[in-house]
Each structure stands twice: as C-alpha cells, then as structure tokens.
C-alpha cells in the first residue's frame, strides 16, 4: 500500500540553484539526450541573469545584501524518481541544466582563487575519492571534465551534436558575459546567481506520472503569445469587417512564413522591428532603472505597442491600421527572412550577413540595425546595400574589439548599438554611408593592435573567423572564385589552424630562453594559416624550411611564404592592391619574420575593412 501511495505522488516545490544542484545526481532520459540550445537562447539567458543582477546591484553593497535583490524566474524542472535506488531522471528541463551547468563552469574558470566562491559542488561531487558530474552522461563526462579543468574542449570527428553544442554554447557564453561584472563584483554574482535564481523542482514516483506532467506542459497549454494578443488589439481597433478579416488572413499567412524557418521567430521579428524602427530610449545600468522601450519590447512588445503606436508609429485611426498593416507589415517580414537566410547562406549581394552571423554583435542588437535604414519606398539593390554596409559596419565593430581583447557584450555595447539605431533609421544610402563612415572613424580600438595579438585557449573561434577572411580575401585579389565559406563550412574536409611553428621549444634556442615568450610568438596571428584537416597534421611537427614547400600546394595566403610562387606567379606583384600590402617571401621564419607578417596582417585588415566600403 506505501509503494502504491508512493507510485501516484507529485512533489513540487520552489528551490534555487544551489539546492537543486548541490549533492544531486541527475540522469538524462534516454529519449532527450541531445543537447540543442542554439547560441541564442544561451545569449539571452546569460543577458537576462546578468542584467536583472545589475539592475539590483549598488557599488559598496555588503554580501550580505544580495538576499535583498530581485529573484529571477527560470521555470519548471520535470524529475522522475526511481522508487528502489533513488535515482533522479531528467523528464523535463535537460535543455536548461545543461546551460546552468556550463554557465556555472565558466563562473568556476572566470574566479580568481583569492575571491573563490566555492561553486565546484554544484558541478561535481566526489564520493570514495571518485569525483562524477552531478548531470550523469558518459558521453559528456570528457567535454565537461576539459571544459571544467582547462577552460577548453578540442572536439573530435566523432563528437555528437551534444558535444559539439555544449561547446560551442560555453564560448558563447563567454562572449555573452558583460565587462561590468569584473572580479570585484563576481563574488556578489555568483551569491546571486546560487541564491535568488528560482526553479520549480516537480518530482513523479513514476514514470508514467512523470511522462504525463512533461505532456501537460508542453502540450496544453493556452497561453496567448505576444503576437495573438498584438493581433488582437490590431484587429480590434479595425472596424470595417472586410479590411479586418483581409487583415487576419494576411497575418495568418506572413506568421506561417516565420514559423516555417523557426518557431518563435515570430517573436524575434516583432522585437527586431520594433526597437529597429521605433525604440528611442533605454534603461539606464544601475540599480533601481526602470525599464524603457528596449526593455519593454523585449518583454511584452503588444504591451508596447498598444502604449506607443499613436506617438510613435502615428497610427491611431482604424483606416491607419488597416493601411499599416497591410504594407509595412509584410515588407518587414519578407526583409527579416532575407536577412535571416542570408545570415547561414552567402549572398552575393549581402555577403556580410554572413560573417557577422559567425563573429558579430548580440542578436538583440544586430537585427534592429538591419532593419533600421531599411524604407518601404527604397528599391530592392538599394535595400540590399544598406543591408550589407550595416553588417559591414557591425562586423568591423566585432573584429577591432577582438583583437584588441575587448569584449562585446549586450550589456556592454547596448547603448552605443541603440544611439547607432537612431543614427541610422530611415537614412537614404548616402547618409548611412557617411554616418557609418564616421561611427567607424570613432572606434577607439585600432588596426595597430594586430601587432599583439595572437590564440589563446579562449579566441580560437575569432581567430578561425580572422584567418577565413584574410586567406578568400587574398584568394579573391588574385582571381580565385572562393568566398568565405570554403574555409569557414567547405563541404569536404574542414579547414584548421596551422602553426608555422610547430611546437618544438628546443629548436628555437637561438631566439628564447623561456618556453612562454616561444610560446607567444608561435601563436602570434603572423604565425598562423588556415589548411585543411589533415594537411596541417600530417607535416605540423616538421621545419618550416619543410613545411614552407607544402605551402605552395595550399591558398594564396599560405603560398606567398614560399619564394617560388612569386616565379611561378610573375603578375602578382603588379597588382595595385597588392602592391600595397607589400607581400614578400621568407625562406626561414625567425622573429623577425613573423614581426613581417604581422605588419602585412595589419595592412590586409585595413584593406578589407576599410571606409572606402561605405562611398557611393
């Protein structure tokens, strides 16, 4: 009768993070094993933890106080628990364990030991000497062990689409997580973060009952969305029956159109146009800001709109609304979806939608902007060249910030983007073209900066990015039709990072007494290749005066190293462009050398991101 008592309970209870995950073992059902968090649903959780935290933090706040701040709401966690060994399965919620356990890795990796909050016991536990992940899954167990120990995971060839997730998750996060929680404010974080971030921890004795709760909640429910009740309103204020029902019918169809790409990208469009188009204010980053129009149309845009659309849209009439609707409704929406193909598929015409969409801004910013220049009365080249210098201009943004070991955050950048939003809005192509030109011109950091950068454990996606440009950009100079992609996604073998130098300390006594000022050069960017998987492993332990050989089998970038390409390729010296750069060959690769290349990097950046982009 107690297991028949037990078999039919239901637990639910409201915990935090630190009860939830400190001393527990939680095991992954077998029918959602796969991680599948894109690197926007991890950005937005990183930027609204972050962001409620600071709302809540003053500077001079004593630990203690942290009690005393806003609590944020993470949702519902569905666990089925074994009757005869205890054991907690994760029915629902994997997806949002997984984030907060690579989201606690990164806190763990970012600490300095003197100001450590002790957050490792969330992550693993040690019984008998043995220390497991408290989220049991043998094919994770090595991903998170790196990832916890080095800060870094190499995938391999037979990594799973969790794997290659968790990973490439972990570097967004990083790149998600805002300057203006430094070491002195972290500690403050991470008590936030373990104390006042709240779940619901639903607990079944059976399976059965378990399976039940997750289709209850995924299934059923019949919430509105925001885009129903912003329908609702819009409708609403149409009194004539035949525009109204066009209306609906029209909305119906141009919703599907975002729903047939992702599910809840109707909601990203509405928030993209919106604070593109109309957002004039944001709120202030200290404790006890209310939120403004950014924040609003994040959170429930049909509240927004139903408070602002006579002021700032200057639509009030139900012929108004008919009319807007009918037009910039659509057109919106089929520029959103070109922008958003164009974001994964190179276009001619665009071709920097796609490289910001692998090195540029948070999505919550970079989609305003887009759209912002953007006019129902411009024609489609011109829609698209607005398109284009927009990202152009945002992936300029991205990559002087990298090399200058600066970070982007939302947080950090969201009131330079949003001042750049009403800059751009509605500007014909001169204009953006001059305005972008002197919000490039403004950018503190600089090209010269190239000098000293280099890989670290925590930029190699950057760096990958960098060296994609550099090395199609070089080939396009000399004819070659390849574009981005074919270093970046190729469709054979994918493309690596090579070191000129192979790792071999001892080989360049001559030049180092110490293995960490080696070990600085070899990574330098003046270094470093792109060639294909295999090619660079085969012959990486070898000599350069060996390796520079090969190099002539390989893209241009890589075979300008060796003297005979210049014999074999006559013309390409008297190229203007390239005569500007100033390439020259290196029969051996010293110091000095690599200072050579450097400054070519340098002079190639400049050339690929210049201002002149922007003249008409």
């Given at each position: 009768m107690e297991n028949s008592l037990l078999k039919n309970k239901i637990e639910a209870t409201d915990t935090n993070i630190e009860s939830l995950l400190k001393g527990q073992k939680f095991f992954i059902d077998y029918f959602q094993r796969e991680y599948r968090w894109q690197d926007k649903h991890i950005k937005q959780l990183v930027e609204d933890l972050t962001q409620t935290f600071i709302k809540s933090f003053n500077k001079g706040d004593k630990r203690s106080d942290v009690a005393t701040y806003q609590n944020y709401y993470l949702g519902p966690v569905v666990f089925s628990q074994n009757a005869e060994n205890g054991k907690l399965s994760i029915i629902d919620g994997q997806q949002r364990i997984t984030s907060i356990t690579l989201f606690l890795i990164y806190l763990n990796n970012l600490q300095k030991e003197e100001n450590n909050v002790n957050i490792r016991e969330l992550v693993f536990s040690e019984k008998f000497g043995e220390?497991?992940?408290?989220?049991?899954?043998?094919?994770?167990?090595?991903?998170?062990?790196?990832?916890?120990?080095?800060?870094?995971?190499?995938?391999?060839?037979?990594?799973n689409e969790t794997i290659k997730n968790m990973v490439e998750r972990y570097e967004d996060i990083k790149d998600a997580f805002p300057e203006e929680i430094n070491s002195e404010v972290l500690p403050y974080f991470i008590d936030w973060f373990k104390e006042n971030v709240i779940i619901v921890k639903i607990i079944a004795y059976s399976d059965e009952n378990a399976y039940t709760i997750f289709e209850t909640m995924n299934d059923r429910g019949l919430n509105l969305s925001p885009t129903e009740m912003l329908k609702g309103y819009i409708l609403s204020k149409i009194k004539d029956k035949k525009q109204r029902a066009e209306i609906n019918e029209l909305w119906k169809n141009e919703i599907q159109k975002l729903h047939d790409r992702d599910e809840t990208l109707d909601i990203s469009f509405f928030q993209s146009w919106f604070r593109g188009k109309y957002a004039v204010s944001i709120r202030q980053g200290k404790a006890g800001s209310e939120d403004q129009d950014f924040e609003q149309i994040g959170t429930r845009f049909h509240n927004w709109f139903k408070d602002n659309h006579k002021t700032l849209f200057k639509i009030e009439t139900s012929e108004e609304f008919y009319k807007f609707f009918k037009t910039e409704f659509p057109f919106f929406i089929k520029w959103y979806l070109r922008i958003y193909h164009g974001l994964s598929h190179f276009e001619k015409n665009m071709p920097h939608l796609q490289y910001i969409n692998n090195w540029g801004i948070a999505d919550s910013l970079r989609d305003p902007m887009l759209l912002a220049p953007i006019k129902i009365t411009d024609d489609e080249s011109t829609i698209q060249r607005k398109i284009d210098f927009v990202s152009r201009f945002i992936e300029t943004f991205a990559v002087l910030r990298s090399i200058?070991?600066?970070?982007?955050?939302?947080?950090?950048?969201?009131?330079?983007?949003?001042?750049?939003?009403?800059?751009?809005?509605?500007?014909?192509?001169?204009?953006?073209?001059?305005?972008?030109?002197?919000?490039?011109?403004?950018?503190?950091?600089?090209?010269?900066?190239?000098?000293?950068?280099?890989?670290?454990?925590?930029?190699?996606?950057?760096?990958?990015?960098?060296?994609?440009?550099?090395?199609?950009?070089?080939?396009?100079?000399?004819?070659?039709?390849?574009?981005?992609?074919?270093?970046?996604?190729?469709?054979?073998?994918?493309?690596?990072?090579?070191?000129?130098w192979a790792d071999m300390f001892e080989e360049h006594r001559d030049e180092f007494d110490q293995k960490e000022d080696f070990s600085d050069w070899r990574n330098s960017i003046g270094a470093l290749l792109l060639l294909p998987n295999g090619t660079n492993q085969s012959f990486s332990s070898q000599k350069y005066e060996s390796k520079v050989k090969h190099y002539l089998k390989e893209n241009t970038f890589a075979q300008t190293l060796n003297s005979k390409y210049y014999i074999n390729n006559p013309n390409f010296l008297n190229s203007p462009v390239i005569k500007k750069l100033k390439f020259k060959p290196h029969e051996h690769f010293k110091c000095e050398d690599i200072k050579d290349r450097l400054k070519l990097v340098q002079r190639i950046c400049e050339e690929i991101w210049s201002i002149e982009y922007y003249k008409i």
């Open positions: 220390k497991s992940f408290n989220m049991s899954d043998e094919e994770r167990e090595s991903c998170l062990k790196d990832l916890f120990e080095k800060g870094d995971y190499k995938i391999k060839d037979d990594d200058n070991y600066r970070k982007f955050s939302q947080s950090s950048i969201r009131y330079t983007m949003l001042n750049m939003v009403k800059t751009i809005r509605n500007n014909n192509l001169n204009k953006l073209g001059q305005n972008l030109t002197k919000e490039t011109e403004d950018i503190q950091e600089k090209w010269d900066a190239i000098l000293d950068f280099g890989l670290h454990g925590m930029n190699g996606r950057f760096v990958k990015h960098l060296l994609c440009r550099i090395t199609s950009y070089i080939d396009n100079l000399v004819g070659k039709d390849v574009n981005y992609s074919n270093y970046h996604d190729p469709e054979g073998k994918p493309f690596e990072i090579e070191h000129i």
